[in-house]
Each structure stands twice: as structure tokens, then as C-alpha cells.
């Protein structure tokens, strides 16, 4: 192996990583302009892009909790993750270990950094259910610093 081998090996994982941050742009694109879309349509409309199912439904399950995450500082969040299989199965994980979560945070807070439109924001937001239990419990009463949230539940899709 020479040194040039060595230089086209390093290129590969550099060119996976724009591919995947393409990909979150897009998908935050589609996810902030939804309107009354089914999120199996907006999965489809993900996977045009990525080519790969199982990364757009892994960009629609994550997108939104990573906005949460960083719009609503004040909550304990669990860094656990639990996918539950078709066949009932489950795999747990964390997603500080998850290569994809930490690629939308990358993506989300140089986002952030710019200008902001609430609306698109919402959008996001709504598809979160992380953000939905956190409004659910200020509703009742709840106190946004003694809020904590279990671990991130997402249903693998059937295919």
C-alpha cells in the first residue's frame, strides 16, 4: 500500500459524510415545508434523495428531536435510544453514539446560526414527540426545568 492508497482510502468516508450532510439538508427542507403530508409520504419524498429507506425514515425520526434538543435547553433529556422492529424486537443505543444524530446536530446548529423562520421551525417541531410531551406537560402545569424525558422511541418501518 503506498502513501497514495493511503490518500484515496481517507477520501471515501469524507465523501460518505457530504452525501449524509446532503442528504439532512434536503430532508430538513422537506420537513420544514410540510403541510398536511402523512409522514410516509414525507419519508418517500426523503428517500428520492438519499436513495436509502431506512436513512430517510432514520432523518424523520431524528430531525425533530435534534430541534427540540436545541430550542428547549431547560429538559433533562435521556440520551438512550430504543428502535422497535417490525417482528416486536428491540435494540437499544445511545444517541451520543449514533453517527447520524451527531451529523443533524452538526447541520442543525450551523442552521441555527443563521437567520431563523419560526414557521419552518414549527414545522419541525410539530413532527417531534419529544415536543409534544414537553407541551403536553407545560399545559398541565409543569415546570420546564423539572421536565425529563425517557428514552427516544422509534418504530422501525415494515420494509
Given amino acids: 500500500m503506498g502513501i497514495f492508497d493511503l490518500f484515496k482510502k481517507n477520501q471515501q468516508p469524507q465523501a460518505q459524510e457530504n452525501d449524509l450532510i446532503r442528504s439532512i439538508r434536503h430532508a430538513i427542507g422537506i420537513m420544514e415545508n410540510t403541510g398536511s403530508e402523512s409522514h410516509e409520504e414525507i419519508i418517500e419524498r426523503i428517500s428520492h434523495c438519499t436513495k436509502d429507506e431506512r436513512l430517510a425514515w432514520e432523518l424523520y425520526c431524528l430531525i425533530p428531536?435534534?430541534?427540540c434538543r436545541m430550542i428547549i435547553k431547560e429538559v433533562q433529556y435521556s440520551n438512550e435510544m430504543i428502535v422497535i422492529f417490525p417482528d416486536d424486537t428491540q435494540q437499544q443505543a445511545l444517541l451520543s453514539d449514533n453517527q447520524?444524530?451527531?451529523a443533524i446536530q452538526g447541520?442543525?446548529?450551523d442552521k441555527f446560526s443563521g437567520e431563523i423562520d419560526n414557521a419552518k421551525i414549527q414545522n419541525i417541531l410539530f413532527q417531534s414527540s419529544e415536543f409534544n410531551a414537553i407541551n403536553n406537560a407545560l399545559n398541565d402545569g409543569s415546570s420546564l426545568e423539572d421536565l425529563m424525558t425517557g428514552p427516544l422511541v422509534m418504530f422501525a418501518p415494515d420494509k
Fill in 65 to 67: 428531536s435534534v430541534y
Fill in 100 to 102: 447520524v444524530y451527531k
Fill in 107 to 109: 447541520v442543525v446548529a
